[in-house]
């Protein structure tokens, strides 16, 4: 069983195009990650969630923002995506319910975003 | 900050065959968590062993296991009797108390029948 879904699986977009890619989960993590990876080199993080708390990474670039409805769902947007930002985006849960524990991430499966 | 080596961004094993993977990683903090995680085609990230910086003895988890020293900041991951499903990158990842995970370049491991 899926528990941790990244909707869709391929996106394509065009060069200063608004995208949003999506996350959702069943675990009821209260800690949610953006993860970017491209091509050959190591996923990179972009910003997590604690709960509603956002927490953004100093070298994010200001074009990637996210939003957290609520405990299951995730957003990832990308205002004005370049064609360097073509790359598989890793969503990913950790914790458990009402607490912070050092416990293994859950990845999505990812989707990889095309830029054109 | 933290940051993870992995120094092997290539290896190669027969089937059947063992093979090790090495890490480093650089910390100041005393409580932490090690990963390693293999990343198929797919792309999906999957776990395949975690370590508790507390503890001693090395996690096992059936052909894979870990040679964990602690002092030296080594995480080398062993891949017993290798299988042609083992192929994949390999990403050792570093988990500091905030639950943010810090990866390695990654080894693309080839496994030969």
């Known amino acids: 069983d899926a528990m941790v879904i990244q909707n869709p699986r391929y996106q394509v977009t065009q060069f200063g195009k608004p995208v949003t890619l999506s996350c959702s989960q069943t675990l009821n993590h209260n800690v949610m990650y953006w993860y970017q990876q491209k091509s050959s080199q190591a996923p990179k993080l972009l910003f997590h969630y604690y709960d509603k708390d956002f927490n953004n990474e100093a070298d994010t670039p200001d074009n990637f923002q996210s939003r957290r409805p609520n405990t299951s769902f995730c957003f990832l947007d990308i205002r004005s995506p370049g064609l360097g930002d073509a790359a598989m985006y890793l969503c990913?849960?950790?914790?458990?319910?009402?607490?912070?524990?050092?416990?293994?991430?859950?990845f999505g499966s990812g989707t990889q975003l095309s830029v054109l | 900050a933290q940051t993870v080596t992995q120094s092997q961004p290539e290896m190669s094993v027969q089937e059947a065959e063992t093979v090790t993977l090495s890490c480093t990683y650089d910390t100041s903090e005393s409580d932490y968590y090690l990963f390693w995680y293999k990343q198929p085609p797919s792309r999906q990230m999957i776990l395949v062993i975690r370590?508790?910086?507390?503890?001693?003895q090395n996690a096992t988890e059936n052909r894979f296991s870990v040679n964990f020293q602690k002092a030296a900041k080594s995480f080398s991951l062993k891949i017993s009797d290798s299988q042609l499903g083992d192929a994949a990158m390999y990403f050792c990842a570093y988990e500091n108390a905030g639950n943010m995970l810090t990866f390695g370049g990654g080894t693309r491991l080839m496994v030969k029948p």
């Open positions: 370590q508790e910086a507390y503890k001693q």
């Open positions: 990913a849960t950790s914790g458990t319910p009402g607490g912070y524990t050092n416990e293994k991430l859950f």
